[in-house]
């Protein structure tokens, strides 16, 4: 059974940094495509960056120069490093394993941004 588990997030204020990270268990993490998903209150779950079992990323625009997903096959952990934070940043980011049709998702994390 994959268990997906968060942990980084919190308060952090307007123009700071935080690094989230997710560790994966019951998987062969190395074949897996990895990804960060974040939702806002009212909003829909949207990706955030995604790290395929090769390596390859690809992030939202909103992300890209301010994030940076990486991932560690022998630890089993992907992580979302995430700097220069806005206010808009704040929601639930939830990590989400991919393989073929299969998909599992952490209980997610939160983090605020705010003064």
């Known amino acids: 059974q994959v268990q997906l588990v968060e942990s980084g997030g919190g308060l952090v204020q307007p123009g700071g940094s935080l690094r989230l990270s997710c560790a994966a268990s019951?998987?062969?993490?190395?074949?897996?495509?990895m990804g960060w998903y974040r939702q806002a209150p009212g909003k829909m779950r949207e990706l955030v960056a995604a790290?395929?079992?090769?390596?390859?990323?690809a992030y939202a625009e909103y992300a890209k120069g301010r994030f940076t997903i990486s991932r560690d096959n022998a630890k089993k952990t992907v992580d979302l490093q995430m700097n220069s934070l806005k206010p808009e940043d704040t929601a639930v980011y939830y990590c989400?394993?991919?393989?073929?049709?299969?998909?599992?998702w952490g209980q997610g994390t939160q983090v605020t941004v705010s003064s």
């Open positions: 989400n394993l991919k393989f073929r049709a299969y998909s599992s």
């Open positions: 019951g998987t062969i993490f190395s074949i897996n495509d």
């Open positions: 790290i395929t079992s090769s390596g390859s990323t």
